[in-house]
């Protein structure tokens, strides 16, 4: 070898040999492109997880979305009943009441979906931010390998290399180190590509949420102004029914009398119902001969059993009737026309169309069948130490002693009209009142 040639091979190793001291690091730098890569598998986990969830509440609530619109729905049909009977009544305010309840509470379910939605947009971009940072890091550590490459690209400077490793070993380290010199720049050339494609994702996913949130902004303030127009209707019937607050005073004086009838009644059935199989007496003999006699509450297993499969199906016991609206709600109530005037439920009033079948909301035994003016026909059903009462029946189907089923037919509801068809249903746990809303099935 000439000595000029010499000269060359010794450049080029000492600059294959400064190669090698840049190429480990850019090789340390790899351990940087693997954390990148974490991070950025760490991310797409944590956005499918947070998608995922995200997507289960917008499923919940698109679910309560629907059952709204179909309530709103039908109490829209039960208002266009009352209007043809072409006399203004309490009913048709209870049922703009309840359908203006309706629409408050969709406009709210909108807020969610709003908000979520904007939870969700501001995820996205922050991902979207992570990701861009993520990319220009390895594009600059990418193009920084593809120089020093360029520099580096003789085939005579990587034999060369090998050719000057101390032995055998080093130069099978060498010949190792090239290769995976070579796949990490292929792997890091291939996470670019990912990258990208990730980030355009997201860039769609972000335009997609501002685009449905949008729409919701638009159907919400056409429930808003929908909720608005409601309200001045119902202004209007109160306004009219308010000439008549002789009448309606009379009316819920009367109401009340029978309502407190009726609940004596329920209480009185309860307590005899109850008394002979809550107590036990044990009669125990003293020292001194005399006998002490003690009184305590038991319950029989039968009774045991169904109390508890009654109590275990609280929130999932279907409704009286097949179709209806809850118009009046358990508790004290402000009275819709009358100021200062409230009103107080034991139970919950549900309309229906008419000739609706009444059904057992759960298997038991009917107790009583009682008469009530105001209340009409009502049904006493024993759930263990539950019961569960239904009256303004027209007609009944069942007696007394008469053991039931779920969801089986025990009467008809009976039509008002004015007030149109209503089911009063109550819910008692032997001698206390329970909130009826909480034991029935959401819709």
Same mark, same amino acid.
């Given at each position: 070898?000439?000595? *000029?040639?010499?000269?060359? /091979?010794?450049?080029?190793?000492?600059?294959?040999?400064?190669?090698?001291?840049?190429?480990?690091?850019?090789? &340390?730098?790899?351990?940087?492109?693997?954390?990148? %890569?974490?991070?950025?598998?760490? &991310?797409?986990?944590?956005?499918?997880?947070?998608?995922?969830?995200?997507?289960?509440?917008?499923?919940? %609530?698109? =679910?309560?979305?629907? +059952?709204?619109?179909?309530?709103?729905?039908?109490? @829209?049909?039960?208002?266009?009943?009352?209007? =043809?009977?072409?006399?203004?009544?309490? /009913?048709?305010?209870?049922?703009?009441?309840?359908?203006?309840?309706?629409?408050?509470?969709?406009?709210?379910?909108?807020?969610?979906?709003?908000?979520?939605?904007?939870?969700?947009?501001? #995820?996205?971009?922050?991902?979207? *931010?992570?990701?861009?940072?993520?990319?220009?890091?390895?594009?600059?550590?990418?193009?920084?390998?593809?120089?020093?490459?360029?520099?580096?690209?003789?085939?005579?400077?990587?034999?060369?290399?090998?050719?000057?490793?101390?032995?055998?070993?080093?130069?099978?380290?060498?010949? %190792?180190?090239?290769?995976?010199?070579? !796949?990490? *720049?292929?792997? @890091?050339?291939? #996470?670019?590509?990912?990258?990208?494609?990730? %980030?355009?994702?997201?860039?769609?996913?972000?335009?997609?949420?501002?685009?449905?949130?949008?729409?919701?902004? &638009?159907?919400?303030?056409?429930?808003?102004?929908?909720?608005?127009?409601?309200?001045?209707?119902?202004?209007?019937?109160? =306004?009219?029914? !308010?000439?008549?607050?002789?009448?309606?005073?009379?009316?819920?004086?009367?109401?009340?009398?029978?309502?407190?009838?009726?609940?004596?009644?329920?209480?009185?059935?309860?307590?005899?119902?109850?008394?002979?199989?809550?107590?036990?007496?044990?009669?125990?003999?003293?020292?001194?001969?005399?006998?002490?006699?003690?009184?305590?509450?038991?319950?029989?297993?039968?009774?045991?059993?169904?109390?508890?499969?009654?109590?275990?199906?609280?929130?999932?016991?279907?409704?009286?009737?097949?179709?209806?609206?809850?118009?009046?709600?358990? +508790?004290?109530?402000?009275?819709?026309?009358?100021?200062?005037?409230?009103?107080?439920?034991?139970?919950?009033?549900?309309?229906?169309?008419? +000739?609706?079948?009444? *059904?057992?909301?759960?298997?038991?035994?009917?107790?009583?069948?009682?008469?009530?003016?105001?209340?009409?026909?009502?049904?006493?059903?024993?759930?263990?130490?539950?019961? !569960?009462?239904?009256?303004?029946?027209?007609?009944?189907?069942?007696?007394?002693?008469?053991?039931?089923?779920?969801?089986?037919?025990?009467?008809?509801?009976?039509?008002?009209?004015?007030?149109?068809?209503?089911?009063?249903?109550?819910?008692?746990?032997?001698? &206390?009142?329970?909130?009826?809303?909480?034991?029935?099935?959401?819709?």
């Amino acid at each position: 070898m000439s000595k *000029r040639n010499m000269n060359n /091979s010794v450049a080029h190793l000492n600059t294959y040999t400064g190669f090698l001291s840049l190429s480990v690091g850019m090789l &340390t730098k790899k351990n940087l492109g693997q954390r990148f %890569l974490k991070g950025i598998l760490f &991310t797409f986990l944590l956005l499918l997880s947070s998608h995922f969830s995200f997507s289960q509440t917008k499923e919940e %609530l698109q =679910k309560k979305k629907d +059952g709204l619109l179909k309530e709103i729905e039908s109490m @829209q049909k039960e208002l266009d009943k009352t209007k =043809k009977s072409k006399t203004t009544s309490l /009913s048709e305010v209870k049922a703009l009441q309840k359908k203006i309840s309706s629409r408050e509470k969709l406009i709210s379910n909108y807020n969610s979906q709003i908000g979520q939605l904007d939870n969700q947009i501001s #995820e996205t971009k922050s991902n979207i *931010r992570t990701l861009d940072n993520n990319l220009s890091q390895l594009k600059k550590n990418y193009a920084m390998m593809v120089r020093n490459a360029y520099k580096h690209r003789s085939s005579y400077s990587r034999l060369l290399f090998v050719l000057s490793a101390s032995s055998f070993n080093d130069a099978v380290r060498r010949i %190792l180190y090239l290769r995976r010199y070579a !796949s990490f *720049r292929r792997s @890091q050339a291939d #996470e670019i590509v990912v990258t990208k494609t990730s %980030l355009t994702g997201k860039v769609k996913v972000l335009n997609t949420q501002k685009s449905d949130k949008k729409e919701l902004l &638009t159907e919400q303030q056409k429930e808003k102004d929908k909720l608005a127009k409601e309200k001045a209707d119902k202004d209007k019937v109160v =306004k009219t029914l !308010s000439k008549q607050e002789t009448k309606l005073k009379t009316d819920l004086a009367t109401k009340k009398k029978e309502q407190e009838k009726l609940n004596k009644k329920i209480q009185d059935i309860i307590k005899k119902e109850i008394a002979p199989n809550n107590t036990k007496t044990t009669t125990v003999t003293n020292k001194d001969g005399t006998k002490t006699t003690t009184t305590s509450v038991t319950k029989t297993p039968e009774s045991i059993a169904l109390s508890n499969s009654f109590a275990s199906n609280m929130g999932k016991l279907p409704w009286p009737v097949a179709e209806g609206n809850i118009i009046e709600s358990f +508790g004290t109530h402000p009275h819709p026309v009358l100021k200062n005037v409230t009103t107080k439920n034991n139970g919950c009033d549900i309309n229906t169309n008419s +000739g609706a079948t009444v *059904r057992a909301v759960f298997k038991g035994t009917v107790v009583s069948v009682l008469q009530n003016p105001g209340y009409h026909t009502a049904v006493i059903i024993r759930h263990g130490e539950y019961f !569960s009462v239904y009256s303004n029946l027209s007609s009944v189907s069942v007696k007394a002693n008469d053991n039931v089923d779920t969801k089986q037919s025990i009467g008809k509801a009976y039509t008002d009209a004015e007030e149109g068809t209503m089911v009063h249903l109550e819910i008692w746990k032997n001698t &206390t009142l329970l909130d009826p809303e909480n034991w029935l099935m959401s819709k």
